[in-house]
């Protein structure tokens, strides 16, 4: 997390990509339903609102079509970006957690030193989950901020987060993370080369990229006990595949001498 944290070519390139996920495209999107209001588009965005479900409809403030969509939009279809941003940072670090410590000669050093398998392995998940969870809580401020800017004039006054968005950061997110890097993190140390790796774990984010996506709007559309049970199966498959992930560590990974496939 050191080496990380002092590599600018680390942070620039996740600060560009936070910025982009959760400013520029929502101040992008929000905006432009913003200037529909009063357009012949206002008329097909009223036919959208109508055709959402009564659970999500009911939460809609005022009757202005433009303002609804722009409500809709901000708390429940730009849900994604709160998963998508954090996955794609920490699964890059897993990735290589493993494979690169060969790569830089650093994994005899790490092999050797007196520190269990168990204890590298959830080093390793430790520094890949708190650059992901830490740039989404960053993000997830300024996505507040740019949703109360631009859509809480039209409805009444600042909104976000709602109770769902804050459910969905402090309860899901975390395990969805740790599930992905678990995985990933096997990945890492089964792999001959880091480009390996990434291309790997790219097989093993767009599926839980999918399944997060449901549970996000879930979660969001209806907090409540559904969402704290979501959070508790998140977080029990976590831990039963760290554990796993865990016990599978071995120091020949490190060096590079591992035999199985």
């Known amino acids: 997390m050191r080496r990380l944290f002092k590599s600018k070519d680390y942070w620039i390139p996740l600060m560009m990509l936070a910025t982009l996920f959760f400013v520029f495209m929502p101040l992008l999107a929000l905006s432009v339903i913003g200037m529909l209001a009063n357009t012949a588009m206002a008329q097909q965005l009223a036919g959208i609102v109508d055709s959402i479900p009564v659970d999500v409809s009911r939460s809609l403030p005022v009757d202005d079509p433009a303002a609804q969509a722009a409500y809709l939009i901000a708390v429940y279809m730009l849900a994604p970006i709160a998963i998508i941003v954090p996955l794609t940072i920490s699964v890059a670090v897993a990735s290589n957690a493993i494979v690169g410590e060969r790569e830089r000669g650093t994994g005899e050093f790490l092999a050797h030193s007196p520190l269990t398998m168990k204890e590298i392995y959830f080093g390793k998940l430790l520094a890949s989950l708190v650059p992901g969870y830490l740039i989404t809580i960053v993000g997830f401020s300024l996505y507040s901020l740019v949703v109360n800017l631009t859509v809480g004039p039209k409805v009444g006054g600042w909104f976000f987060p709602t109770s769902g968005w804050i459910l969905l950061i402090i309860l899901v997110i975390p395990p969805v993370i740790a599930i992905a890097i ?37 979660v969001i559309s209806a907090p409540g006990p559904s969402a704290f049970l979501i959070g508790a199966i998140a977080w029990a498959i976590a831990l039963f595949l760290a554990m796993r992930g865990a016990g599978k560590m071995k120091r020949e990974r490190l060096l590079g001498v591992a035999t199985e496939t």
Do not use: D, E, F, N
């Open 182 to 218: 678990a995985l990933v993190l096997r990945m890492s140390a089964r792999m001959r080369s880091a480009a390996a790796a990434q291309q790997a774990s790219s097989l093993v984010s767009l599926p839980i990229i999918i399944v997060s996506y449901a549970l996000t709007v879930r």
